[in-house]
């Protein structure tokens, strides 16, 4: 096998809708990667948020290291909320200019753990080359000026480095990324960057990120995006096409796809703050909510009879407390995949809420603008449904959760590199 791989992240794809898209030949390029490949069922980080989790694949460890909690949540140290971009109401409420700023570099600058390391920073330290194409979770060694002046502030990211026509390592002539997000531009600019790179076989380890699928799926709900998955499958077979054929492709990299989390229905939404005291600082958003406040016991108990939430936790002394309608029992997290690790390392993150609160089966919270995704699909919660993702690996075997997708990949880019010449 080659030393060189790719990593291809689809937003938001559930295992069930894979495994049909694979079962009915569907998506056609995902069929012949899946005939090719080991296929597994994965488990994502918690909360099952696209920051959260992307963060988390990206430096192969849970939000207690990563420092990355939730896609809003208020920040200690400046007395303000953070919002990555739950909706444009959240992000016009939380201010646009700041929301934007923190997304785009600060989550990566200033939010996301200094000595958490990025696969990026370990690939490029090693003398080999990485490449990103639009995660949100990018940090590498390189500075980068964004190719509108002043439209965002300098950045640093791997090598090579592609973010959504802001800013660029190559000039690619791809076209913008924010034409038409429903039509898949986002996708279409990333396709381009992806068979750029791959025309020159120009990276050692390449991130390929298409979000469009998850857009998709919050309107039409986990199971009725098909036109989007349709585009991903034509966009991961635009970088088969630039290999010059599938045979050449998986002869030159080594190939695992994944998602960052799941997806399921919701019905109904609630406001978490409503069930909070006027002092606690409540950030909530599709399945996950967290309140930062003085006393966690009661600001949980709170939530005992609320309808749409299904458990709270916070940490007493030092140990994990989950509570499910008014009952205390650390048993409740085995009822979740990899319950007791992930909670843990929610809580023990130090940007996240003291009680940490997972929606009820078919509930979502509004966020700060009052949106939310009632009559689509969403995520963010403790359950399977939520936390469980799709892993497919060609040369290489896909590991059990998302947080070993880093070792995996740099055990295979860097094998030679690991061994003195
Ligand atoms: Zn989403």
Request: hydrophobic letters at 40%; a negative charge; one cysteine or more.
């Amino acid at each position: 096998m080659p030393d060189k791989a790719i990593l291809i992240v689809v937003d938001g794809l559930t295992p069930a809708t894979f495994e049909n898209a694979v079962g009915d030949r569907s998506a056609p390029t995902l069929s012949r990667l899946a005939d090719a490949g080991v296929y597994r069922r994965g488990v994502t980080t918690f909360p099952s948020l696209t920051p959260v989790c992307l963060t988390s694949i990206a430096t192969g460890v849970h939000p207690d290291v990563h420092h990355i909690p939730h896609l809003v949540w208020w920040n200690r140290d400046e007395r303000r909320i953070v919002e990555y971009g739950s909706s444009f109401g959240a992000i016009r409420a939380a201010g646009t200019r700041r929301s934007i700023r923190d997304t785009i570099v600060g989550m990566n600058q200033q939010h996301l753990a200094k000595d958490a390391e990025t696969m990026y920073e370990a690939v490029d330290a090693a003398g080999k080359t990485a490449a990103a194409i639009n995660i949100t979770c990018y940090r590498g060694a390189y500075r980068y000026l964004p190719t509108v002046p002043g439209l965002a502030p300098a950045t640093f990211g791997p090598r090579r480095f592609f973010f959504y026509n802001l800013y660029q390592s190559d000039p690619i002539g791809a076209p913008l990324s924010v034409r038409n997000r429903a039509a898949g531009s986002t996708d279409g600019y990333a396709a381009a960057a992806g068979r750029w790179l791959v025309t020159r076989d120009g990276f050692d380890l390449l991130v390929f990120y298409l979000s469009d699928f998850d857009f998709a799926s919050h309107k039409l709900g986990p199971d009725g995006a098909h036109e989007a998955l349709a585009r991903c499958d034509a966009a991961i077979g635009s970088l088969v096409d630039a290999a010059g054929g599938f045979d050449e492709f998986v002869a030159r990299y080594a190939i695992l796809l994944c998602s960052d989390h799941g997806q399921t229905h919701v019905h109904e939404a609630l406001r978490l703050q409503d069930h909070a005291r006027n002092e606690d600082i409540v950030t909530a958003s599709n399945r996950a909510g967290m309140i930062y406040t003085t006393d966690a016991r009661a600001a949980a108990a709170r939530l005992d009879a609320v309808a749409g939430v299904d458990v709270a936790f916070f940490l007493e002394d030092g140990r994990v407390v989950a509570r499910r309608d008014g009952a205390e029992d650390a048993a409740i997290l085995d009822d979740y995949p990899e319950g007791r690790t992930r909670v843990e390392a929610a809580l023990r993150n130090p940007n996240a809420g003291e009680v940490l609160v997972s929606a009820a089966t078919g509930w979502e919270f509004a966020d700060l603008g009052g949106s939310h995704h009632a009559g689509g699909g969403s995520h963010g919660s403790l359950t399977a449904g939520d936390s469980e993702v799709p892993l497919l690996g060609i040369g290489i075997d896909p590991p059990g959760r998302t947080v070993d997708l880093k070792a995996a990949l740099l055990a295979h880019v860097l094998r030679r590199a690991a061994v003195p010449a």
